[in-house]
Structure formats: C-alpha cells, structure tokens
C-alpha cells in the first residue's frame, strides 16, 4: 500500500502519472481538483508533470480523495519484467497461446500492476495483446484516451509500443491512412528490434491504400529477417499478404502458388490459424473463378469462422446452394454477432448483400445510400479496395436504372481519386 516515505526519485513521475490519469478518470479539471482538495492547482500541476513532489501529507490527501493506491514494493517489478518480457517475446514470434496464459497472471493482479511502477507496460503488453490477437476489449477507447494524455511522461520504447497500438487499433477499424500515420510515428522512435514486428503491420496499410510495390518491399525484406531469426509463422505471414496482393490485381495463379507454400508449411508445423488464412482465402478465389463446389470444400475446412472474408463467401455459397431460409437465418445470425457494430463498413456490406439477394427486400433509396456513405468512408479511411467495389456497385445501379449521367459522374470521381487522392 501507500507508503510515500519509502519513494525513491524514480517514483516520482509515476505518482504524477497515476493521478492525472485518475484526475481525467473523474472528469475533474486541476482548478476543480485543486479547489476540492484546498491544494493549489499549479503545485497538482507541477506534481503530475513530475517537476515537484509536494510535501507527503499533501500526497496522501490527493491519493486519498483519487481514491489511489500505490505498491511500492521492488518485488512488484522484478516479477511484472519476467512476465512482460515473455508476453512481448511471445507475440513477437506469433505465440498468441502461450502469450494468453500469461495474460490472465498479470491480469490477476491488475489493480496491484494499475498501481504501482508499471502502470504504463501494465496498459501497453494489455493492449498489445488484445489487439495483435483481435480479441474485444470494452475498455479499450477509453483506456487508450485517457492514457494519451499522458504520453509525455513516456520512455521512448514506452511511446513506440503506444503508437504502434494505436496503430493496430485504426487498422483493425479499417482507418488505414490513419493507422499507417501512427506505424510511421512508431517506426521514428524507440527499439529498433520493434521495427520489424510494426513494419509487418505496415505492409498491410500500404497494400490496403493500394500501394503494392512499397508493400511488397518491405514484405519481402521482412520475410528475409524474419527468417533469419526463425521466425518464420510471422514470415508465412507477410506471404499471405503478398498473395492477396496478387488477387486484388488478378493474379490467381500466382496467389494460389504462395497460398499452396504457406498452405503446406501451416499443415506440417500444425499452424492452425495459417492453415485457417489460406482455405479461406483459396476458397475466396474459387469464388472468383466461379467454382462453387471447390469453394464449398476449401471453407468447410475453416473452423471457427476465421475472418470477415469468411462470412462473405459463404454468404455467396448460401446463394449459390441454399435456401432463402438458409439465407435469412444466417444473414440474422452474422448481424447479431457483437463485433458487427464496431465495423460499420462491413456492416453496410452485409446489408447490401441482403438487398442483392432478392428484389423483395431491395430498397433502392437505401442501397443507393449506402453506397455513397461507402465511397466516401472509403475515401476518408483510404480504403482503396472498398472505394473500388462500392463504386462498381453503384456504377452497375445507377446503369440498371438508366441514370447514365450519374453512373459517368461516380465513374470520374472513382478514377481522380485515385490519380489524385482528392474528389473532382
């Protein structure tokens, strides 16, 4: 517990962290903080930026009425290092098993970590691992606003692992030129043994922008030292990417090439989520090519359902082989699943899915929407992908309604963004 006249100098800043970060917590501003506790708001102020320790009985009223605790004993962070240093290892090497075992420890200990030396690693290898393994965290939003306020008080490591989480987190929002800002933020401070595990991630926000030679660069000096340290689940990896890559500009046979190399590695090192990433995507390109039976047989193979990717194609076998109850039943099962509302784009995709699927639930006010409020998604996020199929979509609407000038209108807008990043 508390114990301020044990602290060390090195402790000092910590203190000042804990109660800003409690202060916005409870919404108070220093003025209102200063006014109820009768301690000036300058000294609370030079006190949480670390530049003056007030005296101890001034702390313990602070503390108290932040209803703070503070663990100061050395064995606190000689155990918390051991567990953080492992957990950071595990994932660097895509060991999210082993690195969730460790998870749950420190978890355990969360309001012992929250309060003591290593609250900020105790908040940045939670995030990490919550969002490199894409598990839902409630808390999240919140937790990260209010630890970026902050931020100044950070080592350098501290603030490149912070950036690269929040990275991860635009990513997995598909705000791409977002979360490419944040990479680079990364990638200009801190360890530079780091860099690689970011620039991974990297690679994905170029390929998804639809910059495919830089992406591809950096994909393969990657794979290279990944190999070099044996790394080589988060090598296979960046080959998926590249392989999608090769979709996305109509290179199935090169794409089932390099899913076949990743495909046959997963199966004999038994990488399950590997093996998952390559059936389902096989099965996507069967879809491509209109063979619905190969597609059928590589995504029963996929268990549980692997990725977004996953629901569209079955979405199209449902089509393909089902009924409208099959349809229904499952379009009403994907849009309860709780993910749905943090991913409004794949959520207006499911809903135009059900709009295509019969001309009796096609409201075409709303489709057109839709895709409007798609493109321009696209456009603030640059999604280049999902810019390029919306306005497909709409062009081929806009078509079938004999709304030519609308579909030429929409067909240049499409082709300037692209050229020039900027609407006509």
């Known amino acids: 517990?508390?114990?301020?006249?044990?602290?060390?100098?090195?402790?000092?800043?910590?203190l000042g962290i804990l109660v800003r970060y409690k202060r916005v917590t409870f919404g108070y501003s220093l003025r209102d903080l200063g006014k109820i506790t009768n301690i000036s708001h300058t000294l609370i102020s030079n006190f949480e930026r670390g530049n003056k320790i007030p005296h101890n009985d001034t702390i313990k009223d602070i503390f108290k009425f932040l209803e703070l605790d503070f663990y100061n004993d050395p064995n606190i962070s000689k155990d918390f290092s051991i567990l953080y240093k492992k957990i950071l290892e595990h994932l660097f090497f895509y060991e999210y098993e082993d690195a969730k075992e460790l998870i749950k420890t420190i978890e355990k200990k969360r309001n012992i970590y929250e309060h003591s030396v290593e609250v900020i690693n105790f908040m940045i290898i939670r995030y990490l691992f919550y969002l490199l393994t894409g598990t839902y965290i409630e808390e999240k939003d919140k937790g990260l606003d209010q630890y970026e306020v902050v931020l100044e008080f950070f080592s350098s490591t501290q603030k490149q692992l912070f950036y690269f989480?929040?990275?991860?987190?635009?990513?997995?929002?598909?705000?791409?030129?977002?979360?490419?800002?944040?990479?680079?933020?990364?990638?200009?401070?801190?360890?530079?043994?780091?860099?690689?595990?970011?620039?991974?991630?990297?690679?994905?926000?170029?390929?998804?922008?639809?910059?495919?030679v830089d992406s591809r660069i950096i994909a393969d000096k990657c794979i290279?030292?990944?190999?070099?340290?044996?790394?080589?689940?988060?090598?296979?990896?960046?080959?998926?990417?590249?392989?999608?890559?090769?979709?996305?500009?109509?290179?199935?046979?090169?794409?089932?090439?390099?899913?076949?190399?990743?495909?046959?590695?997963?199966?004999?090192?038994?990488?399950?989520d590997l093996e998952n990433d390559c059936n389902t995507r096989m099965a996507h390109i069967a879809i491509l090519e209109k063979d619905f039976e190969k597609a059928r047989d590589y995504l029963v193979k996929v268990t549980p359902p692997y990725s977004r990717v996953f629901y569209y194609i079955k979405f199209d076998l449902?089509?393909?082989?089902?009924?409208?109850?099959?349809?229904?039943?499952?379009?009403?099962?994907v849009m309860a699943n709780p993910w749905i509302n943090s991913h409004p784009k794949t959520m207006n995709f499911f809903k135009l899915i059900l709009m295509r699927y019969d001309t009796k639930y096609m409201d075409k006010k709303e489709y057109e929407r839709i895709l409007k409020e798609q493109i321009n998604y696209a456009f603030l996020t640059n999604d280049s992908e999902t810019m390029e199929i919306s306005s497909k979509f709409l062009i081929r609407f806009y078509k079938s309604e004999r709304r030519y000038k609308n579909a030429l209108e929409v067909s240049e807008n499409f082709l300037h963004r692209l050229r020039y990043g900027t609407n006509i």
């Open 165 to 212: 989480i929040k990275g991860l987190d635009k990513l997995n929002q598909e705000y791409y030129s977002q979360a490419g800002m944040f990479f680079e933020k990364a990638l200009r401070v801190g360890d530079r043994k780091i860099d690689l595990l970011i620039k991974e991630y990297y690679v994905k926000t170029l390929s998804k922008t639809n910059k495919f």
């Open 1 to 14: 517990m508390l114990n301020i006249d044990t602290f060390e100098k090195n402790n000092l800043k910590v």
């Open 224 to 272: 290279r030292e990944y190999e070099k340290q044996t790394n080589y689940v988060r090598a296979m990896r960046l080959r998926i990417m590249i392989a999608y890559d090769f979709i996305r500009i109509f290179k199935y046979k090169e794409a089932k090439e390099m899913y076949n190399f990743v495909y046959n590695y997963s199966v004999k090192y038994k990488v399950e």
């Open 318 to 333: 449902i089509i393909h082989f089902g009924t409208e109850d099959d349809f229904l039943n499952y379009y009403n099962k």
